[in-house]
């Protein structure tokens, strides 16, 4: 389907514009059919499906969660970081994500013997290599012994905490001495994303607690405080809309557009020295482009995964959003990814 065929792009304001189906090209007897299959689907759990069609929410559904709820939403936050991360190198603080990372947070290599996230991790001389890039598409090897960068697909949130307090550190925002007194980077995805597309978002930062897990020397202040995302699931739409338009959100380049299709492809990384099984991230956002992920499903198709269901699918060049978070109707035959069968339902209601 041609962009000129469809109804005229809008972009939300405080709040969404909702139509029939029909307006938008969709068959409403096939939404109706998918909002019962996603029913069926949470039974007695929580669960919220949001579909928007060029710019307009087709179905707003929630079962047993209010709509105003903002649970947080996990690893999907990568996402988000993947983001920013754009658009901070297009403001120069950072020359390119294939910086090193000890340049900025030399921090990261303070992590000794015994003081890692369990018995034998801790920061190798390896590790001094890791660039931004290996951090966000999970190729960084970092406080994994025998890893080097961009060689392995580790999937981890320890690197991503690295990341952000990289980046924050750069801003004047983190500060390994002051961990908890740090405004962090939550204040770069408020001032940099989520003020310009309208989404209101709410932040957590916080590690797991030292007992079992962890040890009592376990270096928390440079490796810990993941930064949790809480969100409606209207908000979380705002992103995949984002994504639809190339980064850019109503008449503004938020996102640079040229960053936004890298991230969108398997990373170079992955693709030069993984499997071919493992062709599924590209940086920080989970890809289709390979066809690993959903062999009947586009190539164009990305998408955000967080544990305990959260997710925010995009078709770009149907304009086509789908949201569903939290619940248990999810694949798990490539890890935790949104259900393709509910999936293939929506992209069959288009025209």
């Known amino acids: 389907m041609r962009i000129e065929d469809m109804a005229e792009i809008t972009f939300p304001k405080e709040s969404w514009q909702t139509t029939h189906p029909g307006a938008v090209e969709m068959d409403a007897g096939k939404v109706e059919k998918a909002q019962r299959w996603f029913a069926e689907m949470m039974g007695e759990g929580k669960g919220r499906l949001v579909i928007v069609r060029s710019g307009r929410v087709v179905l707003e559904y929630y079962h047993q969660i209010e709509a105003a709820a903002k649970p947080g939403i996990a690893s999907a936050a990568k996402s988000i970081y993947s983001n920013v991360l754009g658009i901070l190198i297009s403001e120069g603080r950072l020359k390119s994500a294939d910086e090193r990372v000890v340049d900025y947070y030399p921090e990261m290599m303070d992590v000794k013997e015994g003081e890692g996230n369990k018995p034998g991790r801790h920061a190798f001389e390896a590790n001094r290599e890791i660039t931004f890039r290996h951090l966000i ?26 990341l952000t307090h990289a980046l924050a550190k750069i801003y004047g925002l983190y500060d390994v001495r002051d961990p908890e007194g ?15 597309i309208g989404a209101d978002w709410e932040y957590s930062c916080k590690s797991p607690a030292v007992g079992d897990r962890l040890s009592e020397r376990a270096r928390l202040d440079i490796f810990g405080g993941y930064t949790g995302v809480h969100s409606t699931a209207l908000d979380l739409a705002r992103v995949g809309w984002l994504w639809c338009n190339g980064g850019k959100w109503d008449g503004k380049q938020v996102v640079p557009e040229k960053w936004l299709k890298e991230t969108m492809a398997v990373a170079r990384d992955i693709l030069a020295n993984c499997p071919e099984e493992e062709w599924m991230y590209g940086h920080g956002i989970w890809t289709n482009a390979e066809g690993q992920i959903w062999p009947h499903l586009p190539k164009e198709t990305v998408t955000s995964s967080g544990a305990g269901g959260h997710f925010w699918t995009v078709f770009p060049s149907q304009e086509l959003v789908i949201v569903q978070n939290p619940g248990r109707a999810h694949s798990g035959d490539r890890g935790v990814m949104a259900n393709p069968e509910l999936l293939e339902m929506v992209l069959d209601t288009c025209g």
């Open 182 to 196: 740090s405004r962090g980077f939550q204040v770069l995805i408020k001032e940099k994303l989520a003020d310009p």
């Open 137 to 162: 598409c999970n190729v960084s090897g970092y406080m994994k012994p025998g890893e080097e960068p961009g060689k392995l697909f580790n999937y981890q949130s320890w690197g991503m905490n690295i």
